[in-house]
């Protein structure tokens, strides 16, 4: 495939990505129904109706095309709302069996206090009686996703930022985390990305340890980088489990990254310690065959996802 006269690696990407998939290597982006990346991954003509391209057709169906690039994704749309099993049971018949799904925790449960936003109605701005509510997690997230159990590969619990009217100091927050993974059930891969950069500290990687839950390295705008995560010592607290995001390059607005980026067709800024920060992981999952590893990319990192992994994967080949 063709876009502004440059020809995207699919074919090589796909073998690359299966075989560090039969490694427990899994890389993917975060949700996957990007137009702009027609003529990369998609093509439009699998998503035309009388002639034109058919943008509904094209959110229901490409997943499958996806899938036929790569083993994963991570599921971004359940952060806002409990998963149903109908929509995931759709989105694991239109992937194959090995393929899995990295889902984000409904913030109902992650979040301290409600932002200032419409979206949560008459609970904005106000503190959140169900954060940490292990019981409600039990009950209506994970129950709905007994349903494609097996095709599930890491669940991810994103906190928000915290202030100090939230928590005056880091430890805690990470007694609450304690008992809250205490309640967890088990047989789950588990994750914890913080948006606390002082609170990466050994007592919270001390206590991600104890339950077995992985710290997910995230590149985003208040964090260090993904990088500067990885040196801290016992930041790999499950040895076999690892996770990472590279959401946004550290000190970037979100709404800023987007109005750069769009339509996320093409890399616009290399991040080059972001690309070797994900080579680094590829070359730690391979080297530690009983692990499991899950590598998410953004497109408001680069520009564009497609092209960020195929640059990490290139890093990666290169000898050491």
């Known amino acids: 495939?063709?876009?502004?006269?440059?020809?995207?690696?699919?074919?090589?990407?796909?073998e690359r990505v299966a075989s560090l998939g039969v490694q427990g290597v899994y890389i993917g982006t975060s949700s996957w129904k990007y137009p702009g990346w027609c003529g990369k991954l998609y093509d439009p003509g699998r998503y035309e109706y009388r002639g034109k391209f058919a943008p509904t057709r094209f959110e229901r169906d490409?997943?499958?095309?996806?899938?036929?690039?790569f083993k994963t994704v991570c599921v971004d749309a359940?952060?806002?709302?409990?998963?149903?099993?109908?929509?995931?049971?759709r989105l694991a018949n239109q992937t194959p069996d090995d393929f899995v799904f990295g889902l984000k925790v409904?913030?109902?449960?992650?979040t301290k206090r409600f932002a200032n936003l419409e979206r949560f109605g008459r609970q904005a701005g106000k503190p959140n009686e169900n954060f940490l509510n292990a019981d409600l997690f039990s009950k209506a997230f994970l129950k709905p996703c007994e349903t494609v159990r097996p095709r599930i590969g890491l669940l991810m619990f994103e906190f928000s930022r915290c202030w100090p009217s939230d928590y005056a100091q880091g430890r805690a927050f990470i007694a609450d985390l304690d008992r809250f993974l205490s309640r967890l059930p088990q047989g789950w891969r588990y994750g914890v990305e913080l948006r606390n950069r002082n609170w990466l500290k050994p007592e919270y990687f001390e206590c991600l340890a104890r339950h077995r839950v992985a710290h997910v390295f995230n590149s985003g705008e208040a964090m260090p980088s993904a990088g500067a995560q990885m040196a801290l010592p016992g930041s790999r607290p499950n040895p076999d489990l690892v996770a990472a995001r590279f959401l946004l390059k550290p000190g970037r607005r979100?709404?800023?990254?987007?109005?750069?980026?769009?339509p996320y067709d093409r890399v616009k800024e290399a991040n080059p310690e972001a690309r070797q920060a994900g080579a680094a992981l590829l070359h730690e999952g391979t080297a530690n065959?009983?692990?499991?590893t899950y590598i998410y990319l953004n497109n408001r990192l680069e520009g564009n996802a497609l092209e960020t992994i195929a640059a990490m994967m290139d890093l990666a080949a290169q000898p050491h």
């Not at 495939?1 to 796909?14: H, I």
């Not at 409904?106 to 992650?110: A, E, G, I, L, Y």
């Not at 065959?289 to 499991?292: D, G, I, K, S, V």
């Open 62 to 69: 490409c997943l499958t095309e996806y899938a036929e690039v």
């Open 106 to 110: 409904t913030d109902t449960v992650t």
């Open 1 to 14: 495939m063709e876009l502004g006269g440059m020809t995207f690696p699919r074919e090589a990407l796909a």
């Open 78 to 89: 359940a952060y806002h709302s409990f998963p149903r099993p109908h929509p995931l049971e």
């Open 289 to 292: 065959p009983r692990r499991r």
């Open 254 to 262: 979100y709404e800023e990254a987007v109005q750069a980026f769009q």
